[in-house]
């Protein structure tokens, strides 16, 4: 069984260095990038440790991934954007005594129905 690997050089030490496949990790974009957007792919150098991601056609992806690469794919920006159910009131009055005591009877009675 042979093993696939990559030629690559580091961009911190400029060691030119060989990559197995199994260690190799693709950067997929996300389903609703740009289709002009490129996987990349992610190594660590064995000189100094730094991580670098190189980007690479999709063709050498898919030859990458059916050699044992590992792939993760970006999450759509619309699916980690955070989304707050909760609106401001739209009162600026500062909070009343009144208004205190309403809340207090309100998160009371939410605490007595779990």
Do not use: K
């Not at 580091?10 to 490129?38: G, H, K, M, N, R």
């Amino acid at each position: 069984m042979t093993t696939t690997t990559i030629r690559t050089t580091c961009d911190s030490c400029q060691l030119t260095f060989d990559v197995p496949s199994t260690a190799i990790v693709l950067a997929l974009p996300a389903p609703t990038a740009d289709a002009a957007v490129e996987p990349s792919f992610v190594h660590i150098c064995p000189s100094c440790l730094a991580c670098d991601s190189t980007p690479v056609p999709w063709r050498t992806a898919t030859y990458l991934l059916d050699a044992g690469a590992t792939a993760f794919t970006a999450p759509d920006l619309d699916q980690i954007q955070p989304r707050y159910p909760e609106h401001r009131p739209d009162s600026t009055r500062p909070m009343s005594l009144d208004d205190l005591i309403d809340l207090y009877a309100a998160l009371d009675s939410d605490a007595r129905v779990l």
